[in-house]
């Protein structure tokens, strides 16, 4: 299949290689050029623009930054609708909010395009594994054409519904989770350190029996040791999507204490400077609100 | 080994029984004599007193219901201290107060018998099928003496110091992040509810990425259905425990806006007469405060 | 002084009649006319257009709802900026974002504008007296135009700097602190009344002591008397402006754990249909979650 | 009227030199023996024991630090209850919970003596000047036996009803919302500082408009100035009252969500080591977690 590559940063450069090496034809463009010409090595072609990645291509994968991102290239003034295929069905896998999710999808669908919705669970090392969790939503033709990208890039796909917005409520719903579980952690350590409990101990009794896992293994163990770099997903993208989950609740009137607290821990840690560390880095906030920081 | 059981309730009774069936020679004593007499198919024989039940122990064990029933049995009339045989050890197994286990800790010693703290995680069939996790503290020669029994009650132990207080603390870590994980998957279903995404669905996508585990399966399965009866673990018992967190907190200075967000919730859901539902009951005030009851 | 007038709703209504009565020429636009036309009784002229309205004024009062109604009227395609004369100032009276108020004092200057930024606390019946406060920043030269309309609709201005955005946010910090008062006032008449204290007696304790004022002696009154209507101040309006709180903290990562608080309950006052009563309608939620409903 | 007075503080001091003033036959009893001879310059006679301050006194007016020293004088082993002469009144000032409230109206009554609580709104220069807002509630015999030396303490008393209880929980209600205010402003000064407001001016604007009288005046001023010593109300105290208050509304099923965040800011105060500082120095940790601190 021809597919053109849209944004190709920590996820997205193991997502188009493994588009590659699965046989598909990618072109790949991203901003900064120096990233999508890494890409080569396993095959793919650099795009000069994003016409010339995609005006060709069965399928567009899109893993842009932000809803601004998003805006540029899809709402600016390159046309990108028009320059799709009248065929082609743009697969846009990033965090975006509910709103620019349904703006997405009903622009796709005036200007006769195909669109699925389909973030995704895991790491860079997970992207570059193939090992990622796709939760996709659209139309069924839609999703069929993206059936054989979503196996090389993934372990899994999970269908959510027709409706693309699905599928972004779902991710940002998951990352609340994350983040919330990243709180709770934090706040757990914080006390029964406060107690002279050793964190590596507390931590195996969390994680052989009731939260088994790798979340709370890997933040877990960030907490206990107080490390939080290399960020694998930095702290402020960490306050986005916390915004993303009140942003959405908010539209719907759904009170959200736990993420109201979250997102309040976050302002903080970025006052105090952690924006590049790991999301995870709440556990550190937890430690110096309860005094606790240089007793480690 | 002759065993002392005091209490057996939802989770006593099946811990007495396997102590009995792997050989031990148990003696339990009940408020409710009905509760002890059940035992006897299992070989427990029934103790009119608790003094009955305990003077001739090797090892005393007591999953009493809270401070106040230790405070009534252990520091009331009967003298339960000097009871005990000058060699006996006392290994209490229920969530209590850090205060209390300090306490107890400290009377155990002043009276020189042997103290163990070793609160566990596991609801009641988990304790009838000898699978609990153990989380125990205190003198090693104390330890030594319980290992037996631990072994015939649970799957694992887990020892966090010599300090008794360790294990409380770590326990009431362990419920604050159980508590914290249900709030959060009502939340979470709440929102995702909110925009009609099926919370079967929802919780399929959950549990089979990012948050495994039979925790995440069991609450966020009644959050999905909405059904909170039988209750494994009462919502009145829930608020206690959190209390139990705040409390022992407070005496550190470790501020935990979380479990404050949590403890107001379980007020909210006993005011609104939940207090006999499973503490995943969160999941309907969740529901509820977004206006979604009725829409399910 | 000529001034132009767009918007006359409650609080429009009677600042626009009182700038005439000082003996201004008013020409007043209102999307529903109706609205203009019954200023006409005390001599303000109603305008077809903004156009109408502005085009020979010297002063502009705008109150418009909210970002979206400037967003059209200032922005939007009746070239707003080139219609004021060069001379003219546009003082902003409404309460809205530090982002708009932003954009809106960049705008006018890079028209060649004069702006002043002059929102006011007071509610509409305030307003009819004149007898509102004035939070007004701006250019000297800027202020002075605006100084005898200021003396015709208030009681006392103040001007907090030249630049137009600290005047948006006094107000905006002041509306937080009014709504954090009344969830305040709603948590402790709950916790009184769930005591049996009437409400009356403890809303005078409060008022005579350490609470004088009239907002504790409105919003506290009708907390006690749980009477929500007519609304001054509708609940919906309340989650906009704890909104622009947040939202312009974030912009400083200022944490405001007491603003997301006010923001859930207003939230879940909203899923309870209240969105209609008084700001003061939190009294309500309060009560009802605290199972004091049917107890009043 | 021979009055005993018990624990004179900060408080006291004042409250037991007007009640001489006045004309009352005062004996002041304090631990420590120093601060009630210091009255000794206004008649106050000191009293060597509790027995000595209150075997003949008609009015026995208490003014202790917490429960704990209402637990030691009261029910410790000095026989207070049969000390006080059978027709004796005792009115205990001090701010306690409404569980030690409750067992010392159940006790005096099973005694046989009489008991009114009475605690007061206003500080030390308030209590020295005589301008005490009393709170007080109990049986009218008993109150009447309090007016003369209420008179000569307050400038007004408030009587909540016969059961002494009515008047603790008024007083827990008020304290919290002065903390809920603190904090509150701390939240606003440190949103409008952000964007470089001028505190004093805002605090101008705030008093003179919306919030008028002394408590936002000096808990504004404080926290305008970062100046939080002397403490006219220590911090640690401030927990203390906001714990009365939580504890009393978990009692009666009352969420308040603003109270635990205000205790949670507490604790981050008290592990900052702020515990001497004025109450009002939540401001101070609103700065700081915004960032602001070195930027004033």
Redesign the interface.
Same mark, same amino acid.
């Not at 406060?194 to 050793?198: A, F, K, L, V």
């Given at each position: 299949m021809r597919i053109g590559f849209l944004g190709v940063g920590a996820m997205g450069d193991g997502m188009a290689r493994n588009l590659s090496k699965a046989g598909h034809k990618v072109a790949a463009f991203n901003r900064t050029r120096e990233r999508a010409e890494a890409l080569a090595s396993d095959g793919v072609r650099v795009a000069d623009t994003v016409r010339d990645a995609c005006e060709d291509a069965e399928l567009v994968v899109s893993v842009l930054a932000d809803d601004r991102a998003i805006e540029e290239i899809v709402f600016g003034g390159d046309a990108f609708l028009t320059t799709l295929a009248p065929g082609a069905v743009h697969a846009c896998m990033a965090t975006i909010s509910?709103a620019m999710g349904r703006r997405l999808a009903e622009a796709h669908t005036a200007a006769g395009r195909g669109y699925v919705s389909a973030p995704v %669970?895991g790491r860079p090392p997970a992207a570059a594994a193939a090992k990622l %969790?796709i *939760?996709a939503a659209g139309e069924d033709a839609a999703l069929s054409r993206c059936q054989p990208a979503f196996e090389a890039m993934g372990q899994?796909t %999970?269908t959510?519904?027709r @409706?693309p917005?699905?599928a972004n409520? *779902?991710k940002?719903?998951?990352n609340?989770?994350?983040a919330?579980?990243i &709180?709770?952690?934090g706040?757990?350590f914080?006390?029964?350190r $406060?107690?002279?409990? @050793?964190p590596e101990?507390?931590l &195996?009794?969390?994680t052989?029996?009731? %939260?088994?896992?790798p979340?709370y293994q890997n933040y877990g163990g960030m907490v206990a040791r107080d490390v939080y770099e290399p960020a694998g997903f930095k702290l402020a993208l960490g306050?986005k999507d916390v915004?993303l989950?009140l942003s959405?609740?908010?539209s &719907?009137? *759904?009170?959200?204490?736990?993420? $109201? *607290?979250v997102? @309040?821990?976050y302002?903080?840690a970025?006052?105090?400077?952690y924006q590049d560390l790991d999301w995870a880095a709440l556990g550190r906030v937890?430690a110096e @609100?309860?005094?606790?920081v240089g007793k480690r």
């Open positions: 509910v %669970f %969790f *939760v899994r %999970f959510v519904g @409706d917005v699905a409520i *779902v940002i719903g998951g609340f989770m994350l919330s579980a &709180e709770t952690l706040e757990a914080a006390l029964t $406060s107690y002279g409990i @050793d101990q507390f &195996e009794v969390l052989q029996t009731i %939260f088994p896992g979340v306050l915004g989950a959405a609740a908010q &719907e009137t *759904v009170p959200m204490p736990i993420a $109201s *607290v997102r @309040d821990r302002l903080t970025l006052a105090r400077g937890c @609100d309860a005094g606790l």
